[in-house]
C-alpha cells in the first residue's frame, strides 16, 4: 500500500508518501510545499493544489492520509490553514483517493507510543522507523511521514478514520 501523509500549512505543508507492506516500510518520497507570505492567499492555495496534484499522479497513493486541525488560540491562522486543508481534501478528492483523517494525539500515539509526545520525540521516531539517515526537516515533513505511518499503522481500524 503507498500512502500520502500530509500535515496541512499554509506557508509550508508537509508530505511524506511510503510504501507499507509485510509490516515494513519504504519511503518514497517527503519534502514541504511552501509558499510565500507575500502571496496572495488564493495563489498560494492554487500553488498547494497543483503540487499535491503533481504528486498524486506521479506516485499514485492508495490512501491519502491529513492531520486534523487543532488551534487553541489564533482562530484567524487557523481559518487560513482550514483553506490549505481543504485544498489538500479537495486534491485527493478529485483523483477518487481514499481519505483519512488522524488527530496529532493519534499521530503521535502510533509512532512515539505516548499521545502528548513533544516533536523532537516524533522527529527521532520516525527517523528510526523509516531508517532514515537524519531527522526529516521542517518539523511539518516530519509530521507528515508520522500520519502516513500512523495510518498504516491503524490496520483493520481503517474504516473508523475514512472521510464520509
Known amino acids: ?5 500530509i500535515d496541512p500549512g499554509i506557508a509550508i505543508l508537509g508530505y511524506g508518501i511510503v510504501k507499507y507492506e509485510g509490516n515494513k516500510f ?5 519534502g514541504a510545499i511552501k509558499t510565500s ?4 492567499t ?14 498524486i499522479s506521479e506516485y499514485q497513493p492508495d490512501a491519502v492520509a491529513i492531520e486534523e486541525l487543532f488551534f487553541n488560540t489564533n482562530t484567524t491562522t487557523a481559518m487560513v490553514v482550514s483553506h490549505a486543508r481543504g485544498v ?20 503521535k500515539q502510533a509512532v512515539v507510543g505516548y499521545g502528548r509526545a513533544e516533536k523532537k520525540q516524533v522527529q527521532q521516531m520516525i527517523k528510526i522507523l523509516l531508517n532514515l539517515e ?18 498504516a499503522h491503524s490496520g483493520h481500524f481503517q ?3 475514512k472521510v464520509k
Request: aromatic share 8%; net charge negative.
Open 37 to 40: 507570505s507575500k502571496m496572495a
Open 159 to 161: 474504516s473508523l478514520f
Open 88 to 107: 489538500a481534501v479537495l486534491a485527493a478528492a478529485i483523483h477518487e483517493k481514499e481519505i483519512y483523517e488522524y488527530t496529532p494525539l493519534q499521530v
Open 1 to 5: 500500500m503507498i500512502i500520502l501523509g
Open 42 to 55: 488564493p495563489q498560494r492555495l492554487k500553488e498547494i493544489y497543483l503540487r499535491l496534484d503533481e504528486l
Open 134 to 151: 537524519q531527522a526529516p526537516k521542517p518539523d511539518d515533513v516530519a509530521d507528515a511521514l508520522a500520519v502516513a505511518v500512523c495510518h
Open 26 to 30: 519504504k519511503v518514497i518520497d517527503y
